[in-house]
């Protein structure tokens, strides 16, 4: 293999591109334009975010021009391979935050992620788009007795201190949880508001709304280099097709981005992991699971779970065949292949973890794995790169991506749009991209 993370040929075909777009392997033109104000490069749903508030709400004879290079087809990678959730952590991930960086910087994450799941929730509304979203309770539903006491502290503490968002959370433990869940041998479950949508719909709306606004497109368009200064004010950007000049380049290239822009070598590290669709035959019986679940096995060993609309199951994660291995998941780029020791994993999973699908002959139906983009201080880069006028970022989601892209591309293209400081991006502190962050060395993916 490669010694640089690159989209590979013939990826495994997951549930969620089923129903392929008009656009999915679109290119604008025969050739490339020579000249662009903004080459974005990736098509998934950070660069597809991004074009869309590049030129949305901007007059036709003020829009700039942009490019939406993409290496395979649109929506190919990680939000075409995720579990199909629009769920804000609320608490699980506010103590370790407030206690390296303070509690104001830990809610601001958390109230970001509660206001990117309403923006998401208010563009489809008011856009209209056939995505499949709903509103949903979400629960984390923990077997584990010592994680469920250590994060019924963590949210107690949480209270105390007055956080604005785990005051959301409803909590029951017992026998309670496993009635409430339905999962059996369920010690607590928390549970909150979230969504659950069809991912790819989403993204390619928002792609099409911008190509009608004037948005070039050419998927099978790998980004093979950009240059590493500027010529009178412009980057090159190289493909096979050829080469644009762009005033400014925005990588939103998520697991894939330090081929092209190799100061973020392990500092964005392609992350593999594995999903399924479980389908249940007609005339089964089986009780509808209307929530959203986070099946918490132990520390950091969890599956993600939604129930679609037709009753059928999208559940990922299998972390506790996937984690050991480490060899199969980290800085790994092949989603053309199965996580061997997880690709059973899914078989009889309703039957094994919830009460009444004992009988229901649930089985699955399709097992895809898909790249995820992890960065080493598990935050993700947002705004200009370093020592590079022009260029910006939106990668490194973390495999949570559902929950951070629409508001954190809306910001980044505010930076680009108004000249703002990052500051004025309504993007996290922490999400702000910078040398030193750059320079770190821990990597507490591994840790």
Not at 14 to 43: F, K, N
Not at 221 to 228: A, D, H
Not at 348 to 373: C, H, L, P
Request: with cysteine; glycine share 8%; charged share 20%.
């Amino acid at each position: 293999m490669l010694d640089n993370p690159v989209p590979v040929p013939n990826a495994i075909k997951p549930y969620w591109r089923q129903e392929l777009h008009p656009l999915d392997s679109h290119q604008s033109s025969e050739t490339l334009p020579a000249e662009q104000d903004v080459v974005i490069i990736g098509a998934g749903y950070a660069g597809a975010a991004l074009a869309y508030y590049l030129l949305d709400d901007v007059e036709e004879s003020s829009r700039p021009t942009v490019t939406v290079l993409e290496a395979r087809e649109a929506c190919s990678g990680a939000t075409a391979r995720n579990g199909g959730h629009v769920r804000p952590d609320l608490f699980a991930g506010l103590p370790s935050r407030i206690k390296k960086f303070g509690q104001e910087a830990a809610d601001e994450v958390a109230l970001f992620e509660l206001a990117n799941f309403h923006a998401v929730r208010d563009l489809v509304r008011d856009k209209k788009i056939d995505c499949d979203f709903r509103i949903t309770t979400s629960m984390a539903v923990v077997r584990d007795e010592s994680l469920a006491k250590q994060m019924k502290d963590s949210l107690d503490e949480l209270l105390q201190r007055g956080s604005p968002t785990a005051k959301l959370i409803h909590y029951v433990e017992g026998k309670a949880a496993e009635t409430f869940s339905s999962v059996k041998g369920a010690t607590a479950a928390f549970s909150f508001e979230a969504g659950s949508i069809w991912p790819y719909k989403l993204v390619l709306f928002l792609l099409s709304q911008a190509v009608k606004k004037g948005a070039q497109l050419h998927t099978h368009t790998p980004v093979t280099n950009v240059s590493e200064t500027q010529q009178n004010g412009f980057w090159n950007v190289t493909t096979p097709r050829g080469t644009i000049r762009a005033k400014t380049v925005l990588y939103a290239s998520n697991g894939y981005t330090s081929t092209i822009l190799p100061e973020y070598k392990n500092r964005i590290i392609p992350v593999r992991g594995i999903c399924s669709h479980i389908a249940v035959p007609d005339g089964t019986a089986h009780p509808h699971l209307p929530m959203t679940f986070s099946l918490r096995h132990g520390p950091g060993l969890f599956d993600y779970q939604v129930t679609r609309p037709d009753g059928s199951i999208v559940v990922g994660g299998a972390r506790v065949e996937v984690i050991p291995r480490v060899e199969e998941w980290y800085n790994v780029w092949d989603d053309s292949k199965l996580i061997e020791p997880a690709a059973h994993y899914f078989d009889d999973y309703m039957q094994r973890n919830f009460r009444g699908w004992e009988d229901s002959g649930a089985k699955v139906d399709s097992i895809w794995t898909g790249i995820m983009g992890y960065t080493n201080d598990l935050f993700p880069h947002a705004g200009s790169v370093p020592s590079k006028p022009g260029q910006y970022i939106c990668a490194g989601f973390n495999g949570h991506g559902m929950s951070f892209i629409l508001l954190t591309a809306k910001g980044v293209a505010k930076i680009v749009q108004e000249n703002v400081p990052f500051s004025q991006s309504g993007i996290p502190r922490l999400f702000e991209t910078s040398e030193r962050r750059l320079q770190r060395e821990e990597n507490e993916l591994l840790a």
